[in-house]
């Protein structure tokens, strides 16, 4: 029995080859991000969190002239009947949509902190209140009631929601998006909203209209924050392949201070310095200072504020302001690029779209939506009309009608009498009465309308007020079916709700689209002058002038550990125990004064005193042209031409090292002989420099004495004919030049304390 149930599980086991089976669950995956949370549908330019987070305050009741509504009801509501994806997502897209520095048109209308162009975080949602913008009321949520769009069943089944909403305007365009997905992104900039009308007119007019005719009416983007578009002759291109580069310069105003002094004035910014770039443009400027770039900026103010941009630059007198301009312009945020890649769901799927593609859809998206409400709309109007023609010819026959409903016995009886003729049952007053009273057919919607009647309405003035809404129904009958029958008419009736949203919500243009030419700046030269290096045993660097040194030599001398002489255009080289070498440009290190502290060598290079040692400092350009002994702790030796280290990096691995090891010693090697090298344990040994071969910076060296375990070296001795130092070995002083000399790689000579 046990085998026979082995049998069936094993029927039941489906062998799969597993990478089809990752690639398939990645492809859904993928899918299900790009299309449930990352990229907008073309039709509305609505991701689904943004969508959601509208019609749930459509819901609401959430009018622009209605009061605001806490964000985490707004929230809430969105979470549990519609987004079930956690509630910092939706509080987000809430914010993007109210931020009017973010989109072409806000669709939010929020009340309280819900950020700052700074990159400010918005309140927590307990503290803020927001509604619907007339915009979004208008042109997104607006006859949801006309059975334009399907509404599909929410993520539990117990709600329903648009699969879109009807936009009237391509939001795509006119807001912009961004949104990354799994191995796609997309990032379409804002337009401006009357150009965009205008240009879905043209195409209107002429389909065959080519996307350049189209840039015609439909400039370039149209950022929230101004700025200048300045490779105008690039946006044909990206707008026929939906992908490119847009250069973004912000603006600049040149303004006159006190004392002569002048100021640069930010008055507009690229868009893509929204948030923390914009503090990131002022750090940049700060390190121009810092760097010794320029030496004209005297104060930098940020003065960004509700009512706008405004960043003042300080100059000194006669500086050279528009020099001063173009190096901002070139060094540093405020001229930066825009990447577009206009990807968005179209039919279901995602897909790179041109300006013309984006125009053609919506305007596909249109006829269809104008195609059912107006269907709707139809159906409605013959309804009416089918009940006020009952109406009215009820009023022909007024008194046969009193006549049946009182001689009936029930509802049914006169309802089947008025539809069918049926008299039955009925007491009429005179036989002329019941013959007129067969020949009655209203259709059963006339019928109950007449039973439905009230007396008050057949007062003269209601009559002719019924004939009148009948004119009326028979026109929208008319109109409506020419609508849905004439394309032209359907077309017409597009463009003069497009005309109409133009004139209500309609802004001047913000963004320049110009040609402008690569800014170009002189940079001036700094003149070499010979200063020194000073570190005390802190590790705290600064730079002083020959003048300071020779007045305090002593002092310095004896108050610091290293001082090297160096060109205040040159660099310092850091050797550390690790086996990093770390450069110090001469130029981020203060011209101080004696008494000056100057800063620690860890903010002007990756050197970290915490994890490493400096044990050998000298400048780049004595380094270049030397050879260095290197030697660790456990005794491996080489010697590397200091051309290896002739690098523009500011850190490089200078020796490789073994595990547990750590470098010891580093010296240049001129007409030094002989080398010695004294462990803690009190072994000896003095070889040939030749010895030791030459290797590159990469290699880890070779053994120059034979340690026993636990014993590493403490002491490195480079001897040439005429020295003759003394080291200490317990307490006993030894002299260097009478360790007997030997081969490299033994155990050496133990020293007697």
């Known amino acids: 029995m046990a085998k026979k149930s082995e049998e069936v599980f094993e029927e039941q086991i489906i062998k799969t080859e597993y990478s089809d089976v990752m690639q398939k669950s990645y492809i859904d995956y993928a899918m299900s991000v790009l299309m449930a949370r990352a990229v907008p549908d073309v039709r509305d330019g609505l991701k689904p969190v943004q969508r959601r987070v509208l019609y749930a305050m459509h819901e609401l009741g959430l009018k622009h002239d209605k009061p605001y509504r806490k964000s ?17 997502s939706i509080y ?178 690229p868009y893509t310095m929204i948030g923390a770039n914009i503090g990131k443009f002022l750090t940049d400027i700060v390190a121009l200072i810092d ?49 577009v890649n206009m990807l968005a769901v179209a039919d279901g799927r995602p897909e790179t779209l041109s300006l013309k593609d984006i125009i053609i859809h919506h305007v596909n998206f249109q006829r269809e939506l104008n195609t059912r409400k107006y269907n709707t709309l139809l159906k409605k109007e013959l309804d009416k009309k089918e009940i006020q023609e009952g109406l009215i010819k009820a009023c022909d026959v007024l008194d046969l009608i009193i006549e049946i409903i009182r001689g009936s016995k029930d509802v049914k009886t006169a309802k089947k009498c008025l539809t069918e003729g049926v008299t039955d049952n009925i007491n009429f007053k005179s036989r002329i009465s019941k013959k007129q009273a067969e020949l009655l057919r209203f259709t059963q919607r006339q019928a109950q309308a007449i039973l439905d009647l009230r007396l008050s309405k057949l007062v003269g003035l209601e009559i002719e007020a019924l004939i009148k809404e009948h004119e009326t129904t028979l026109k929208n009958i008319e109109q409506y079916k020419d609508i849905l029958t004439n394309p032209k008419t359907m077309d017409k009736t597009i463009i003069k709700e497009l005309d109409e949203i133009k004139k209500e919500f309609g802004v001047p243009r913000r963004t320049r ?6 800014a170009s700046f002189e940079e001036k030269k700094i003149e070499e002058a010979m200063v020194y ?46 086996g990093n070498m770390h450069t110090i440009k001469m130029l981020d290190l203060p011209l101080c004064k004696m008494k000056d502290k100057g800063v620690p060598i860890d903010n002007v290079s990756n050197f970290d005193s915490k994890t490493e040692e400096a044990i050998y400092l000298s400048t780049l350009k004595d ?60 072994y000896a040994i003095r070889f040939s420099v030749d010895e030791v071969p ?19 070296i403490t002491d490195v001795f480079y001897l040439s004919m005429e020295d003759n130092p003394v080291c200490k070995v317990k307490g006993r002083n030894v002299e260097v030049n009478k360790i007997k000399l030997t081969m490299r790689d033994s155990k050496g000579t133990k020293l007697r304390g």
Do not use: W
């Open 92 to 269: 987000e897209s809430l914010v993007v949509m109210s931020q009017e520095f973010k989109k072409g048109i806000k669709l939010v209308d929020g009340h309280g902190n819900f950020g700052s162009i700074e990159g400010d975080s918005a309140a927590a949602m307990r503290y803020t209140e927001a509604r619907l913008c007339k915009v979004s009321e208008d042109t997104l949520l607006a006859d949801l009631d006309k059975d334009v769009v399907d509404f599909v069943k929410n993520f539990d089944e117990t709600e329903e929601e648009p699969s879109v909403l009807p936009a009237k305007i391509p939001n795509l365009l006119v807001n912009g998006t961004e949104g990354i997905a799994v191995g796609m992104t997309t990032n379409i900039p804002p337009h401006n909203l009357s150009e965009v009308i205008e240009g879905i007119k043209a195409y209107m007019h002429n389909p065959d209209i080519t996307v350049a005719e189209l840039m015609e009416y439909i400039k370039g983007p149209d950022f929230p924050t101004g700025g200048i578009v300045t490779n105008k002759d690039d946006l044909l291109s990206i707008y026929e392949t939906g992908t490119g580069k847009i250069k973004i310069r912000g603006t600049t105003e040149i303004e006159q201070g006190k004392a002569g002094k002048m100021k640069i004035v930010v008055t507009e910014i």
């Open 623 to 682: 380094v270049v042209v030397k050879k260095l002994m290197f030697v660790t702790k456990q005794g491996m030796m080489k010697q590397v031409y200091g051309t290896e280290f002739e690098v523009l990096k500011r850190t490089v691995v200078a020796t490789k090292l073994n595990e547990n090891d750590s470098l010891l010693s580093i010296s240049p090697i001129v007409d030094e002989r002989n080398v010695a090298l004294i462990s803690k344990d009190g």
């Open 533 to 578: 290096f000073i570190m005390d045993r802190f590790g705290y660097a600064k730079m002083i002038d020959v003048a300071t040194f020779d007045r305090n030599k002593e002092t310095i001398e004896a108050e610091n550990k290293v001082i090297i002489p160096v060109l205040n255009t040159g660099r310092i080289c850091v050797f550390t125990s690790n």
């Open 291 to 339: 760097a010794k770039k320029t030496n004209d900026i005297v104060d930098i103010s940020n003065q960004i504020s509700k009512t706008g941009v405004r960043i003042v630059i300080e100059v000194k007198k006669d500086a050279d302001v528009e020099n001063l301009r173009n190096m901002l312009i070139k060094k540093t945020k405020l001229e930066d690029t825009f990447g």
């Open 513 to 518: 689209i110009e040609n402008l030419e690569e």
């Open 72 to 88: 985490a009801r707004i929230v809430g509501d969105t979470m549990g009947k519609y987004h079930p994806h956690g509630d910092s």
């Open 694 to 712: 030459i290797k590159k910076k990469s290699a880890v060296g070779v053994r120059g004495i034979k340690l026993l375990s636990g014993d590493e």
